[in-house]
């Protein structure tokens, strides 16, 4: 997937609550290069393709390779945002390449990547027990939601 590919699979969207509320959120973004741990993710999320039918033993399906791209593409954009923290990367039962970043002890976002792009994202705060759930296909709510989590925290 190219970089204009990548970017197209996660076009920004305008983010309806930010809209109606008048409120403007900045995400700074690298300039030169970068996070340092973006090739430790892109090479995480390969792994799993290696992975055979039945890897947990539980009748895991394999890594789809759909999935993977959108997940390595979704990891480069998000390498760009600056306060974007290494996420962990796993693998669902049903082969789709998950994301996931613990802020704080008290805070959790996890993403699941379709093989169309789409994420499924939750996030939980337990401090406020806020537990919320959505779809999209925009790399900027997520990017918002873990920049705006971290400078909370």
Known sequence: MS???????????????????GEVFLIAFRSHQPADWLSNAERSLSEFLKLPLDWNSY??????????????????????????????VGLTPDGLATLSW?????REVEVEVEPTG???????????DLHQSFRTRDFGQLAELLTRWSQEG
């Open 3 to 21: 970089h204009s590919q990548s970017s197209a699979a996660f076009a920004p969207q305008p983010n309806s609550s930010t809209l109606q509320s």
């Open 102 to 106: 613990e802020l704080e002890a008290k």
């Open 59 to 88: 009748g895991g399906k394999p890594a789809d390779q759909h999935s993977i791209d959108a997940a390595r593409a979704l990891v480069k954009l998000l390498a760009e945002v600056v306060s974007v923290r290494q996420p962990d």
């Open 118 to 128: 789409t994420m499924s994202i939750n996030h939980f705060n337990d401090a406020s």
